[in-house]
């Protein structure tokens, strides 16, 4: 006869205790064990192997030795929790996460469990952690069972820090699908069918939107879609429209995905409104197609509705909005800006006028200096290097070739410019010849001739002894090196970043130097930059290559700008490089150098960087002005007209571009910046400290370490002080203990090692709640409790003698699992949770005592030893009448499970979008008997 096991109860196979998972049949067992990891999951035919129902034991010591004190007790309680990977509460990814988000960057995953499908424009602002807060939802979605698979779209250039994020933080493996990774992917998956055969992947928006490609994907794209950098897949309103057909397919592409009413979308951008109303549109009417008739103003109370519906789905904030109004300490450092000043010498004045003078006869198209000559201007200014390498190059281009020369097509125009303005981020070396114009054949041999005469002549302008700038650079670095700064020097172009590094590292005694620019394919990149934030002593010089898509504020904490951003965006991307979620320093500080008598510093200073300070000082962000181009070339053509003199005045247009800009950016910050939400949230709070609380935070996990591993025989001391660290280290000493214990938990093998909890450079191991080693500590002292081994650190019953109770009290650590389904067609879930019950007298006739009496237990501190056989007996009493307790047991279960429905219901309350499915109601059913793991007694101390 076939018996029927239930999803979460018990059974018994191969001598061991094993919870039945969902899917089981019987003929067919799926569990894992009881007091094992969810890798271990096995299926057993009931044909051949015989398969008992089976409940778990309570504790049953023999001896008084085998009753512990209230520390063994502690320890047993922490490695259950740490054990759980299925927590019960209603965010049920919270046990598997290898990092502990901030509260601030749950307001997106508590705004998406509200929504179904999931439509989301998270726009927060550089370096508050979009990535986090994107996989948070990602995870959650995937540990609820609603999806199964994704996507993320983005730049290549930030693929792997996607991959690398899904993996360390969130456990999620996910292939890069990029031009070099896609022919082999394809060779892997029957058929070629990427999309349909690997469930997470991190996409080449640029690669997949060719239509030889995209209609493959739009077949096989899965259910939900991150889309990164969604303001590069915007379509500008057409009076603006000058990105060409690239932004265009994305567009098109994004529409297409966004037409299945059930797929989740989440865009994602720091700057997701740029002044055009249009393109900030296109990607609203992505969320919904209703968002295409929102009025264009949406300020006063007339269009409150308006405001409220829309905040459903977006989601836009400063620094100043997550420091200030979510309650925690500021995980934020102080950024500390400065400006640091150089001056011409007399041979660089010469050397400009004569460059003026070249431009200003062979430079002009209609009139107007090219784009060319811009980019020339630009090298000069980087540095003698990428100065006379840029004349070299464009004396031997095609535009001063003898013979016709084709003009470029309007692809190579649009990437030539796009780069000159800081569009692209990985530094160019050379002048795009089809930027410069082309001049008539009879004069081409005399240029050719000036020019390399002019790179001669710029480059014995370089040196530590004849460059001024690099100069002003060192006695920065030196006052940085001071206090300890590990520092990066952004720099434009990649000459520029080589002779730099070259020139500190002969400066710098005792300081590793590198230079990591664009051309090194970013593979490249990552393991030197890991490689050099080893060294204790360390300087990063870098082209904007760096400057997104890889996280530096482990390793770095101070940003020298070399050469001056020509987009205000990048000049903010750099420093959000070190001033961002997960900065050790408390402090970080940034430094522009400015020539004080160049004549394209100041003009670039005065425009743009000090126009953009204005604008972050008065609404906390940054802001991108599409129109930059335009706005640099009428400055520097009117410089090349007055012998360098610099206007006092900006002109009258571009002054308006930027104060149109604020006035936008200020409204749509102040309008979306969620400032309403809290309220919303408020309810919430409730159960998400409750979901944090029952898996288990950092002080959980130190608390397991330093209590747990020493109980090992290992030995702990204070790490090394570093002034302005907001984390402090530890040193872990594993001399003596056995070679299979430390492999049993994971420790590499080193005499000492430099323990953290949150990422820090100077940490052999950083150790969180899902790391090989503490999911093992806990794993070994659970084993040793549930078994009784002789002389077991954690123990499953103690006793202490305090001052802090009356009369006896008896603590009980339950286990509960339970059975979840969230959703229509859904297999129930297995959660499980710790909970703590207590009762003062004796067990026969028990007083229960409320939660937070029961809490204030956790606090009791020894006042005297215990007799052995007074903890002995008195286990014993409580075991005795067990029975009688199990009532109360079963009504807590049955309590919690209410509560956890209600809890779950209130944070998927979803409201579905007009032909989508509709979510089911939460069911939350207590699987018993209760688990009955420990009991800790507490001695009334009456002495003095």
């Not at 927590?87 to 469990?113: H, I, K, N, W």
């Not at 469930?199 to 794209?221: C, E, H, M």
């Not at 464009?394 to 535009?399: E, V």
Request: hydrophobic letters at 40%.
């Amino acid at each position: 006869m076939s018996t029927d096991f239930a999803p979460g109860s018990l059974v018994r196979v191969r001598g061991r205790d094993w919870v039945v998972l969902p899917g089981s049949t019987p003929d067919l067992v799926k569990a894992r064990p009881a007091a094992g990891r969810g890798e271990e999951e096995t299926a057993f035919l009931t044909a051949l192997e015989k398969v008992t129902t089976s409940s778990f034991p309570p504790p049953d010591p023999k001896t008084a030795a085998e009753v512990g004190d209230h520390a063994s007790s502690q320890l047993l309680r922490d490695a259950l929790v740490i054990g759980f990977r299925s927590g019960a509460g209603p965010f049920r990814s919270f046990a598997e996460l290898a990092c502990t988000p901030r509260d601030y960057q749950l307001v997106p995953l508590l705004m998406a469990l509200k929504l179904d499908p999931v439509r989301l424009l998270i726009a927060d602002d550089v370096g508050i952690g979009k990535t986090i807060e994107t996989c948070l939802i990602l995870k959650e979605l995937l540990s609820r069972g609603e999806i199964s698979r994704f996507s993320v779209l983005c730049p290549p250039i930030v693929a792997e820090q996607w991959q690398i994020e899904l993996k360390s933080k969130f456990n999620i493996d996910a292939e890069l699908v990029l031009p070099g990774t896609a022919a082999r992917l394809e060779k892997r998956c029957p058929g070629g069918d990427i999309f349909g055969h690997l469930p997470f992947t991190v996409v080449s928006t640029d690669f997949i939107k060719a239509k030889s490609r995209r209609d493959n994907f739009l077949q096989r794209a899965p259910h939900c879609i991150v889309v990164d950098e969604a303001h590069g897949c915007a379509q500008p309103s057409a009076a603006l429209r000058t990105r060409g057909a690239s932004s265009q397919q994305r567009h098109e592409l994004l529409l297409q995905l966004a037409q299945d009413v059930d797929r989740h979308l989440i865009l994602v951008t720091a700057t997701p409104h740029s002044g055009d109303d249009g393109a900030f549109r296109s990607l609203l009417r992505l969320l919904d197609r209703r968002f295409e008739t929102l009025p264009d103003e949406l300020g006063g109370e007339g269009n409150r509705p308006f405001r409220e519906d829309l905040a459903r789905n977006l989601i836009l904030r400063r620094r100043s909005d997550v420091t200030e109004g979510f309650g925690d300490n500021s995980p934020f450092p102080t950024r500390i800006t400065s400006e640091a000043n150089w001056e011409l010498i007399k041979a660089q004045v010469v050397f400009l006028k004569r460059v003026q003078a070249f431009l200003r006869e062979h430079g002009r198209t209609n009139g107007l200096l090219s784009h060319g000559g811009i980019t020339l201007l630009r090298s000069i200014a980087s540095s003698p290097e990428a100065g006379a390498l840029a004349l070299r190059n464009l004396s031997q281009s095609p535009a001063l070739a003898d013979g016709a020369v084709p003009p470029a097509d309007q692809a190579e125009d649009e990437e030539a410019i796009a780069s000159l303005h800081d569009e692209i981020p990985d530094g160019a070396d050379t002048v795009d010849p089809s930027l410069f114009p082309i001049p008539a054949p009879a004069r081409r041999a005399d240029i050719r001739a000036l020019l390399l005469d002019l790179a001669g002549q710029c480059e014995n302008l370089a040196g530590a002894k004849k460059d001024p700038k690099y100069r002003a650079l060192l006695t920065i670095v030196r006052k940085l090196r001071e206090n300890n700064h590990q520092i990066i020097v952004f720099c434009r172009y990649i000459p520029t970043a080589h002779a730099v590094a070259k020139l500190l590292g002969q400066d710098l005694r005792g300081v590793e130097v590198e230079a990591i620019t664009g051309d090194l394919p970013p593979e490249d990149r990552r393991e030197r930059v890991e490689a050099l934030g080893r060294h204790p002593q360390r300087l990063l010089v870098a082209t904007d290559c760096l400057s997104e898509g890889i996280n530096l504020q482990y390793r770095f904490d101070a940003v020298i700008h070399y050469d001056l951003a020509w987009n205000p965006t990048r000049h903010e991307q750099r420093e959000g490089r070190v001033d961002r979620f997960g900065q050790l320093r408390t402090e970080v500080h940034c430094c522009t150098l400015l020539g004080k008598d160049h004549p394209v510093d100041q003009r670039v200073a005065k425009v743009l960087n000090l126009k953009q300070g204005k604008i972050r000082a008065s609404t906390g962000v940054s802001c991108h002005v599409p129109e930059i181009s335009q706005v640099v070339d009428s400055f520097l053509n009117a410089s090349l007209d007055k012998d360098f003199g610099l206007f006092d005045e900006v002109p009258t247009e571009a002054d308006l571009l930027w104060e149109e800009q604020n006035r936008r950016m200020d409204r749509s910050r102040s309008i979306f910046a969620q400032e309403s939400l809290r309220e919303d949230l408020a309810p919430l709070t409730d159960s998400l400290r409750e979901s944090q609380e029952a898996t288990g935070g950092p002080s959980l996990v130190q608390r397991l370490v330093e209590t747990g591993l020493p109980t090992l025989g290992f030995t702990f001391s204070p790490g090394p002080d570093e002034p302005g660290c907001r984390q402090k280290l530890l040193v872990m000493r594993c001399k003596g203990v056995h070679l299979r214990l430390r492999d049993q938990l994971a420790i590499p093998m080193a005499d000492t090692l430099v323990l953290a909890f949150e990422p820090h450079p100077n940490a052999n191991l950083v150790l969180h709640r899902t790391h090989p080693t503490v999911a093992a500590l806990g794993r070994h002292l659970m084993d040793e409790a549930l078994v009784n081994l002789p002389g077991a650190h954690a123990q499953r019953t103690g006793a202490i003698t305090t001052r802090t109770v009356r009369e006896l009290t008896t603590l009980l650590l339950l286990r509960i699992r339970y059975q979840l389904v969230t959703g229509h067609n859904q297999a129930p879930l297995i959660a499980e949770e710790a909970r703590l019950l207590a009762f003062s007298g004796l067990a026969d006739e028990p007083v229960w005592l409320d939660e937070v009496a029961t809490q204030a237990l956790l606090a009791a501190e020894p006042a005297a030893n215990t007799p052995g056989g007074l903890k002995l007996q008195g286990v014993r009493e409580v075991l005795a009448h067990a029975a009688g307790l199990t009532p109360r047991l079963n009504q807590l279960a049955s309590e919690r499970a209410e509560a956890l429905r209600v809890s779950h219901q209130r944070v998927r309350s979803a409201t579905p979008r007009r032909g989508s499915r509709r979510r089911a109601q939460a069911e939350v059913k207590p699987i018993l008997p209760v688990d009955l793991l420990g009991i800790t007694l507490f001695f009334p101390h009456h002495g003095s």
